[in-house]
């Protein structure tokens, strides 16, 4: 991207180094949360869409993409939404519209619940919900010496395409560069110390009770398709959320902003009050 507007940095949030794509140019402001294993990659298409329109700032959580993958950070949802938060004070956002994709669809929300005054509208992309923490056994599997390595294998037991493929419903969309930058943080050794550290103090997502305390408005984007987080999640998270509208696309899986990037960006643009044709 060529933008005179964006840059990429490193900040130090929540005492962890975090890679940002900023684009900073005094227009509305939208925050980009990526899913489970990913990066602000999954918005690649859509950025330069969106910057005609919004400041962005799009940031690798903790343990993924370029950010650090520390060994000392709680890898919880409540502690990714405090470090989202912190982000968008960093950059003194005011009336914040957070996208939120899989798992970054719950810790939009988690946002949303902590600092309801910043958060002004949601889009939830496909968005994990209904997921209960690891059960005890798997808790004190995180423990025992050598465990990262048993995940690294886990991990490694697809390769990148085969991974892709199921979040892809047309899996002739997949390109090397989707392989080059999925495989990057995977030859990282502390990538997988990151991996049991979220699967030791992730918490579950949020009830049917605390999903119904927040008054976001919310826009839930999914793939009819989709293998990952299949659309029933979306359909019980618009029905629990009090101002949610759910809209779906057929033959399209887990990954919707690479295969219906530009319907989900004029679907942003509506949600946001504006013409798709500016």
Not at 87 to 103: A, K, P, R, W
Not at 158 to 182: A, C, G, M, P, W
Request: hydrophobic residues 40%.
């Amino acid at each position: 991207m060529n933008s005179k507007n964006y840059a990429k940095t490193n900040i130090y949030l929540g005492n962890v180094k975090v890679y940002c794509e900023v684009i900073l140019n005094g227009k509305p402001p939208l925050v980009l949360i990526h899913g489970f294993v990913s990066s602000t990659y999954t918005f690649n298409q859509l950025i330069p869409m969106l910057e005609k329109h919004f400041s962005i700032i799009a940031l690798d959580l903790p343990g993924f993409g370029k950010s650090e993958k520390s060994t000392s950070f709680v890898y919880t949802y409540e502690n990714y939404a405090k470090l989202v938060a912190e982000c968008i004070d960093y950059f003194n956002l005011e009336d914040v519209c957070i996208i939120g994709h899989s798992m970054g669809g719950q810790i939009a929300l988690y946002t949303a619940r902590i600092i309801p005054e910043k958060v002004k509208r949601l889009v939830l992309l496909n968005s994990s919900g209904y997921l209960k923490s690891a059960n005890r056994l798997m808790i004190y599997c995180t423990y025992l010496p050598l465990f990262n390595l048993a995940i690294k294998r886990r991990v490694r037991n697809k390769t990148v395409r085969e991974s892709l493929q199921n979040v892809f419903f047309n899996h002739t969309l997949i390109t090397d560069d989707h392989i080059r930058e999925y495989e990057s943080p995977l030859k990282e050794e502390n990538f997988y110390k990151s991996l049991v550290r979220l699967l030791r103090h992730r918490e579950g997502d949020l009830s049917t009770d605390q999903l119904r305390e927040i008054k976001t408005p919310a826009l839930l984007i999914w793939g009819e398709e989709d293998r990952v987080v299949p659309i029933g999640i979306g359909k019980r998270l618009a029905a629990d959320l009090p101002n949610a509208q759910l809209i779906t696309y057929e033959k399209t899986g887990h990954l919707v902003t690479e295969e219906r990037t530009e319907d989900v960006y004029e679907q942003i643009l509506i949600f946001n009050g504006m013409e798709i044709n500016t």
